[in-house]
T-cell receptor
């Protein structure tokens, strides 16, 4: 089992819709969770981080964490074509190591 | 005033050569990292240094040797380059090495071994 799993996609949504990106992780001791966005040919940039169970909202983005289910998700409301990118889920393990998922490619159709 | 910078951006070289990639951060961070992103876009940690001390050393061939002359710099030297080393190498930094630290990535170095 991979340590951090994401559906590789591509996930295609129409402009204005909600995009839902999911991630599961295997290390129950993991304490912090991050979503990075990576445009083609560019470096990853942080979208959001979440440490506690529940929802965390920042503008059009909402991160959701369920530690019991070892599940973290990212919702993007009112999706825009500029949101088209690969979204990387990252998990910080108790050993201070950051494990990245393989990423989900998102396409937002105008 | 780039926060995390890497040189060179592109590196094309022959198998068997030795090459170095340099990374510098001006964020005042204590911790720096090297990641490798392969053709499938999978980003995998290679090394991490905190205050010039090696704290993470993943299963990486001995041909890869990191060096941190000071907190603001982390270089990666690769000996006897192989075809499989072709990838994008990202440097990153964070304030500290704690589990809640956010990492900031450099622009990447695209290495192609022929």
């Amino acid at each position: 089992q991979k340590e951090v799993e994401q559906n590789s996609g591509p996930l295609s949504v129409p402009e204005g819709a909600i995009a839902s990106l999911n991630c599961t992780y295997s290390d129950r001791g993991s304490q912090s969770f991050f979503w990075y966005r990576q445009y083609s040919g560019k470096s990853p940039e942080l979208i959001m981080f979440i440490y506690s169970n529940g929802d965390k909202e920042d503008g059009r983005f909402t991160a959701q964490l369920n530690k019991a289910s070892q599940y973290v998700s990212l919702l993007i409301r009112d999706s825009q074509p500029s949101d088209s990118a690969t979204y990387l889920c990252a998990v910080n393990t108790p050993g201070f190591k950051t494990i990245f998922g393989a990423g989900t490619r998102l396409f937002v159709k105008a | 005033d780039t926060a995390v910078s890497q040189t060179p951006k592109y590196l094309v070289t022959q198998m068997g050569n030795d090459k170095s990639i340099k990374c510098e951060q001006n964020l005042g961070h204590d911790t720096m990292y090297w990641y490798k992103q392969d053709s499938k876009k999978f980003l995998k940690i290679m090394f991490s240094y905190n205050n010039k001390e090696l704290i993470i050393n993943e299963t990486v061939p001995n041909r890869f040797s990191p060096k941190s002359p000071d907190k603001a710099h982390l270089n990666l030297h690769i000996n006897s380059l192989e075809l499989g080393d072709s990838a994008v190498y990202f440097c990153a930094s964070s304030q500290g090495a704690g589990v809640q630290e956010t990492q900031y990535f450099g622009p990447g170095t695209r290495l192609l071994v022929l």
